[in-house]
């Protein structure tokens, strides 16, 4: 990916996995706070998160969006609860160390098998 804006500093992450626990919005909630925290990132409003109701689209899509704002930018997190997945993006205008979000995802979400990553 081309830097078409050298000037000004981003760092992007994508973190992929499948997950072994019970995720309710409240472990969201906690999770994104505490990776934040984790990260020296300060968070500036309290996470949103979503979960549609049934039928508001396919069903193997059901789980969670959420998004947490931070003085450096944000974290979005998305959860296929049918699947046990989920697709993690910290995008922020401040550095941070990418083995503590991977290592702190893969503990929270207790993975087991392999753990996907991309910085971008």
Same mark, same amino acid.
């Given at each position: *990916?081309?830097?078409?804006? =050298?000037?000004?500093?981003?760092?992007?992450? /994508?973190?992929?996995?499948? &997950?072994?626990?019970?995720?309710?919005?409240?472990?969201?909630?906690?999770?994104?706070?505490? /990776?934040?925290?984790?990260?020296? /990132?300060?968070? &500036?409003?309290? =996470?949103?998160?979503?979960? =549609?109701?049934?039928? *508001?689209?396919?069903?193997?899509?059901?789980?969670?969006?959420?998004?947490?704002?931070?003085?450096?930018?944000?974290?979005? +997190?998305?959860?296929?609860?049918?699947?046990?997945?989920?697709?993690?993006?910290?995008?922020?205008?401040?550095?941070?160390?990418?083995?503590? +979000?991977?290592?702190?995802?893969?503990?929270?979400?207790?993975?087991?098998?392999?753990?996907?990553? *991309?910085?971008?």
């Amino acid at each position: *990916m081309k830097n078409i804006a =050298p000037e000004i500093f981003r760092q992007r992450l /994508l973190i992929e996995g499948f &997950y072994s626990i019970d995720i309710r919005k409240q472990d969201l909630d906690t999770y994104l706070r505490e /990776l934040a925290s984790h990260l020296d /990132l300060r968070i &500036y409003g309290d =996470p949103i998160i979503f979960s =549609p109701a049934s039928g *508001m689209g396919k069903k193997e899509n059901q789980g969670f969006d959420a998004f947490v704002p931070l003085i450096d930018s944000g974290i979005s +997190a998305y959860i296929w609860s049918s699947h046990q997945f989920f697709s993690i993006v910290i995008y922020t205008c401040k550095g941070f160390d990418e083995q503590k +979000a991977i290592n702190y995802t893969r503990a929270f979400f207790k993975v087991s098998a392999e753990i996907e990553h *991309m910085s971008f």
